[in-house]
């Protein structure tokens, strides 16, 4: 099993910066894909990013490519998501899982795990 904790939402004004954290426990968190996705009201989930355990593998959704980086610290079993110029587009509740394996990374069944989610609201 493993727990997740988002952490870092909030309300900002389009064009601010935002840094979403994601606390793990429980197993070895090093295993692990670590996977961030967003849920807008009325919205099905989507990808964000993701992050293979060898750090220069990385993805990210064209929406947020550029303006996102997701990064990690396998000592602190914590995922981040650092969100810059942020649109009013980015409003939604983000959500951080892990999963075993590459595979299908930007799909939403494909994770084991997920957390609760942090609300995120950028304002025009």
């Known amino acids: 099993q493993v727990q997740l904790v988002e952490s870092g939402g909030g309300l900002v004004q389009a064009g601010a910066s935002l840094r979403l954290s994601c606390a793990a426990s429980?197993?070895?968190?090093?295993?692990?894909?670590m996977g961030w996705f967003r849920q807008a009201p009325g919205k099905e989930r989507e990808f964000v990013a993701a992050m293979w355990r060898t750090r220069s593998t990385t993805y990210y959704a064209d929406s947020v490519k550029g303006r996102f980086t997701i990064s990690r610290d396998d000592a602190k079993n914590t995922v981040y998501l650092q969100m810059d110029s942020l649109k009013p587009e980015d409003t939604a509740v983000y959500y951080c899982?892990?999963?075993?394996?590459?595979?299908?990374?930007?799909?939403?069944?494909?994770?084991?795990?997920w957390g609760q989610g942090a609300q995120v609201a950028v304002s025009s």
């Open positions: 899982a892990a999963k075993q394996g590459l595979q299908n990374y930007e799909l939403v069944r494909s994770y084991d795990y």
């Open positions: 429980g197993r070895t968190f090093s295993y692990y894909l």
